[in-house]
């Protein structure tokens, strides 16, 4: 199955959508279901990483089991905003702004459920620290740095990603990188490989802007 005309794959019931934002960021966003509680998810922080690539299943599950889903491309990923000046791209801190700022811009109603996967559970618990009454309840899905400062582990249920350096804008290196991390095979896809190798050189530049900005 070809990729839609904005390189993304169509999954049923998942829409495409955007909105601009307080500060003059354009949000992409994915979302699922039109009625229930609002649930917003945020997506992992390897290159390629987005919103449909990372929740393209959970979404219309939860959309099914009367859950309204949002899940955006936060800065740096999927269909960012690529602009000069509106790119947000200082680490954590423009990652809890943007965050903050797509809750209000598409309305969602307070508190929400939010979950997190890997980076997307680091920013999620940021943003609950800086916002606790907004968040009702929250997940958080193979988080290193916090399962290990909780004695957990390393949270990383398969282990830890393989070491074979940046990302180097070729679908090889896309592909090994997901076939080590997706525990089910048949869900690595060649337009999964395309969709995520396209958006990894998309938004090359934003993210190692965002980069520079997080914790060594």
Known sequence: MALTEEGLIHVPGVL??????????????????ETGRSVVLLHGGIAG????AGWRFTMPFLAEHGYRVYAPDRPGFGLCDLRPGF?????????????????EAVGIEEPFLLAGNSQGAQM?????????????????????????????GNGMGRGTMPRQGPFDGTPTWMRKQMEALILRQEAVTDDLIEMRTRAGI?????????EEWCPK
């Open 16 to 33: 495409s959508r955007y909105v601009r934002l307080q500060s003059g960021t354009v949000a992409h966003y994915s979302t699922a279901g």
């Open 49 to 52: 990483s987005s919103g449909m």
């Open 87 to 103: 790119m947000m791209e200082k680490g954590v801190r423009d990652q809890v702004r943007f965050l903050r700022e797509f809750v």
């Open 124 to 152: 999620g618990a940021s943003y609950a620290v800086e916002y606790p009454d907004t968040v009702d309840r929250m997940i958080l899905i193979a988080s290193p740095a916090f399962h290990a400062r909780m004695g957990l």
């Open 202 to 210: 998309r938004d090359e530049a934003v993210l190692a802007a965002c």
